[in-house]
């Protein structure tokens, strides 16, 4: 079995200088160590980790499908939503099923090229579903508290661009640190303490100075954790003034309803992120931490359609009338 203790040598001290550096680099692939404490539950964790990826998948799968298909039910949220649906279906499929390989076989090795590549479609992924829920919230602000100027506002036009902004933005603040990573020298211990590949673990690894990703972790959280996070609490806080201002009691029902879904998505993932990137990765914390990278990389797009979509009454209408009608297409031919 694959451990810290049968990996490369390790970099004691700093080499004095780079081309020292460079000849006592021999990591040519890193070893992703996955759950090492739960190696007697391997089958059970495949064939969970496995039914969820499935689920997740055709659920989501599902309700782009029947967005774009019933013309019915394309109203601002539902576009919004097939965007969220199509973001979660291409982080589960970027991280799960190398995860599947290294629970399976007790560990994984992945190149160099290949690490980085999942990291940086993790980190996009990630990005824009920050920037989707804040998108979403803003829509679910403007459609309780301006409801006579919803639809003349929240047009296609707006929706497109904020939908195609929340996608450059996402690819683009990932770079940065793809193309600080490839100028990193890494020596030494080749093994990921994780279920993939992570900022954290990859920094934890490079024998280069780290500073410059540090600073882009700092600049870029303002405006992908910080800004949203401010736009969202200052959105629901109306929502919440306005919801309280509705006369009947079936209105606020329905208000707190619709955005009590948005809300609880909302948590569960910024939870778990600041979690993850700000207590320190030490000790008993690595374990924990790898449960809770389970919930934002395979729970919360699980949760997505289920909350948004299984909950909503027409999306359930819609979905019986695209089962009744393929049924009477395949009993017509």
């Avoid at 081309?19 to 692939?29: G, P, Q, Y």
């Avoid at 539902?78 to 799960?96: A, G, K, R």
């Avoid at 919230?137 to 100027?149: G, H, T």
């Avoid at 093994?191 to 024998?207: E, M, T």
């Amino acid at each position: 079995m694959w451990n810290e203790e049968n990996s490369r040598v390790k970099c004691d001290s700093k080499p004095e200088n780079l081309e020292t550096l460079k000849n006592r680099t021999r990591v040519k692939e890193f070893w992703i160590l996955g759950f090492e404490n739960a190696r007697n539950f391997r089958i059970l964790l495949f064939l969970l980790f496995l039914v969820v990826y499935i689920v997740t998948v055709s659920s989501n799968f599902m309700i782009v499908l029947l967005v774009y298909s019933s013309h019915h039910i394309y109203s601002p949220m539902y576009f919004f939503l097939s965007h969220l649906s199509l973001n979660d279906i291409l982080l589960t499929t970027n991280i799960v099923p190398k995860m599947l390989s290294v629970e399976l076989r007790q560990g994984s090795a992945v190149s160099i090229a290949g690490c980085f590549t999942q990291f940086y479609f993790f980190q996009t992924s990630a990005i824009t579903e920050c920037l989707l829920l804040t998108v979403m919230s803003f829509d679910r602000y403007l459609a309780i508290c301006n409801p006579l100027r919803y639809s003349s506002i929240m047009d296609l036009k707006l929706c497109s661009c904020l939908v195609t902004l929340t996608w450059v933005c996402g690819i683009v603040f990932s770079l940065p640190h793809i193309v600080l990573f490839s100028r990193m020298i890494f020596c030494g211990s080749d093994v990921i303490n994780h279920i993939f590949c992570d900022v954290v673990p990859l920094l934890r690894l490079s024998c280069s100075d780290t500073s410059a990703n540090e600073i882009v972790i700092t600049v870029m959280s303002i405006p992908v954790l910080f800004f949203p996070v401010i736009c969202i609490t200052l959105t629901y806080t109306n929502i919440l003034i306005s919801i309280l201002r509705i006369s009947t009691t079936t209105g606020r029902q329905k208000a707190f309803s619709t955005c009590g879904s948005h809300l609880t998505v909302v948590c569960i993932y910024y939870g778990t992120l600041v979690f993850n990137y700000v207590i320190p990765s030490k000790g008993e914390y690595l374990s924990l931490q790898k449960l809770v990278s389970v919930l934002y990389t395979m729970v919360t797009p699980l949760l997505n359609p289920i909350i948004y979509s299984l909950r909503n009454r027409e999306i359930r209408e819609t979905l019986l009338s695209f089962i009744f009608k393929r049924k009477r297409e395949m009993f017509s031919r």
